[in-house]
């Protein structure tokens, strides 16, 4: 449930008029991370040196 | 009257901070506890002892609060990637997975962890964390407050002004123009790991000359209010994932320094990364300076707080006492990252009505030495263990006798310096001492300095009397006449980062004894902790750093450790 609070939160701080546009990427690069996830594909991508990100 | 936990996590330096109706009750970074050294995972046990330090529940806290607004770093990572395509391609599967598989959810994650409702976990903004951990923490009742970083959501830079309970951000600099990425990029070209190679580079710069000045300025304006802005060609941080400035850089400064490999002073080589290290010094010096003036403009008060990583720049904290423009100058002890979850803490607190905290005088916020514990395991190990009635004597008497000791008293210190809590001691005078600690204990480069830990009304030192010292987050010059006596504390550019120890200090029994025994009131003191270890947190580290490193004896309270004879 505590998710659905998060997906909600999200979906509103997105829907500001100055940010609507990002959410079809946002929704590419959920399904981009769940696949990675899924697939354990984390190790065959850059490391990250610096944590920026 | 409200129990707030604040926490940072996820990205370096995880940390958790508990405030109880107003006052800061404990503070621990993660890496103490997992014993794995900038630890960024969310701090489960800092949490756990923050809580049981407080002696309260999970579900008995009010509220918790995360340090930076998740939502708000989703979108800059977001709007970086687009914008830098296609150079962002190779960072945008892992940036993502990293959001959209941890750190999108860790409100979610808080209130699992804390047993608390959701709805009591929140946010603050990433500088606003930082820039209360400085102000609600230094006592002031009105002060300008700096806040410097690499990044938060999207500010890198704020100035704000503190009154009262109120915190107004004055004007920000936003990402990717940042000093924390312009001093962590040339961490990186002068081959040092980033985000903790900055202490090595600032003590490597005491060693150049800045002959370099005119390059680097090349690659930073300063406007005339204060304000910079990065020369982006020169720098990768917002495209490549793997190194954080450009080859144009090399181009500028002559090829990196690779990053293995001991450091020879000696050579021409090496001692042209010095002067790029006393460059970059002089430099990032200069846009303090700057921002420190706009700071005083903008605000009008004559008192200075500072937070953020930069912050931990001890000589340019120094730069800045030594203008003039401040009357009283604070830093947060632990001004990274870990920093954050206290701001968030004490900002959560002011959420709920609390009164503001005491004044910051102490660091020893963590979990206390179980000294039986470190007893029954040296024990376990056939160490030679003896208790004694007056350790400040026993101990006064080997540093005098030139032995290296380690001292573990009361709880553990907030942030990354040893304030006696958990640290290493020895005589302030012998340089081979000096020598022995970095080559056989520490094992890190020769130019790394030492501090002295002394009483407030030492008359060694200049400049002593203020805010900073009592936390080592700035520099003080030694006294010509007191060089000889403090050779192995003295930075080659004649400055030492003092810590003055208040009455109470976990180190005044010592520095009092030595000075009951006729000798100057100072020591040597440099954290307990071996190359690339988190500081000692429990007394059973404390013995495995005793059986590991040579070093004469180590004192837990009033107990003593050494190796079999």
Not at chain 2, 25 to 31: D, L, M
């Amino acid at each position: 449930m505590s998710h659905l609070r998060t997906v909600g939160d999200l979906l509103r701080h997105f829907l500001h008029a100055q940010r609507f546009f990002l959410i079809p990427l946002l929704l590419v690069l959920f399904v981009a991370g769940l696949l990675l996830i899924a697939t354990q594909g984390l190790s065959y991508v850059a490391p990250f040196v610096y944590t920026l990100f | 009257m409200a129990a707030v936990l604040g926490v940072s996590a996820y990205y370096h330096d995880a940390a958790a901070a508990l405030v109880v109706d107003g006052q800061v009750v404990a503070a621990i970074q993660e890496e103490r506890l997992s014993r794995i050294k900038n630890d960024p995972s969310l701090p489960v046990r800092a949490i756990e002892a923050c809580l049981r330090l407080g002696g309260i529940e999970g579900p008995e806290l009010d509220a918790v609060v995360f340090y930076e607004h998740p939502y708000a770093k989703l979108e800059r990572v977001m709007v970086e990637l687009v914008r830098g395509f296609p150079f962002t391609l190779r960072q945008f599967p892992r940036a993502l997975a990293g959001q959209m598989g941890t750190k999108l959810w860790v409100l979610d994650q808080l209130a699992a962890c804390c047993s608390v409702p959701r709805d009591r976990v929140r946010f603050c903004q990433h500088h606003e964390s930082h820039a209360a951990s400085a102000f609600y923490a230094s006592g002031y009742d009105a002060a300008a407050v700096l806040t410097v970083d690499g990044v938060g959501e999207q500010v890198t830079t704020a100035i704000w002004h503190g009154e009262g309970r109120a915190l107004r951000c004055v004007s920000e600099i936003h990402y990717p123009h940042s000093l924390g990425l312009f001093y962590a990029a040339l961490t990186a070209y002068l081959g040092f790991p980033v985000n903790s190679g900055e202490h090595e580079v600032m003590g490597l710069a005491s060693y150049g000359e800045p002959r370099f000045v005119e390059e680097v300025e090349r690659l930073i304006s300063v406007e005339s209010d204060g304000s910079f802005a990065l020369s982006l060609p020169h720098f990768a941080h917002h495209r490549d994932p793997r190194l954080p400035f450009a080859s144009s850089l090399e181009r500028l400064l002559g090829p990196r320094r690779a990053r293995r490999g001991g450091w020879d002073l000696a050579s021409e080589g090496d001692r042209r990364y010095a002067d790029v290290a006393a460059s970059l010094q002089a430099v990032t010096e200069r846009v303090l300076l700057g921002l420190s003036a706009r700071a005083a403009e903008e605000t009008g008060e004559a008192a200075l707080c500072l937070a953020g990583g930069v912050a931990l720049n001890a000589v340019a904290n120094g730069r800045m006492w030594e203008q003039g423009t401040w009357s009283r100058m604070f830093v947060q002890p632990a001004a990274g990252d870990a920093g954050g979850a206290l701001g968030a803490a004490l900002v959560g607190a002011r959420e709920e009505g609390d009164p503001p905290p005491a004044p910051m005088r102490d660091v020893a916020l963590g979990v206390p030495l179980d000294v039986g514990r470190g007893v029954a395991l040296a024990e376990q190990l056939g160490l030679r263990v003896e208790r004694v009635e007056d350790p400040a004597q026993v101990m006064a008497q080997k540093i005098l006798e030139g032995q290296v000791v380690a001292q573990c008293v009361g709880r553990f210190e907030w942030g990354p310096r040893a304030l006696g809590q958990r640290s290493l001691l020895a005589a302030p005078s012998d340089v081979a001492l000096r020598e022995r600690i970095n080559r056989s204990v520490k094992y890190r480069e020769p130019f790394r300095p030492f501090a002295p830990a002394t009483l407030r009304s030492t008359t060694m030192f200049d400049g002593v009397d203020n805010d900073m010292t009592p936390f080592m987050t700035t520099v003080c010059p030694v006294r010509a006449e007191a060089r000889e006596a403090l050779a192995a504390v003295t930075h080659v550019d004649g400055t030492a980062r003092v810590q003055t120890v208040r009455p109470g200090g976990a180190l005044e029994p010592l520095l009092s004894t030595l000075e009951g025994m006729g000798h100057a009131p100072v020591v040597l003191n440099t954290s307990l902790n071996g190359a690339g270890e988190p500081i000692v947190a429990s007394a059973e580290d404390a013995v495995a750093f005793l059986v590991s490193h040579a070093i004469d004896g180590l004192f837990l309270e009033d107990v003593i450790l050494r190796r079999p004879s």
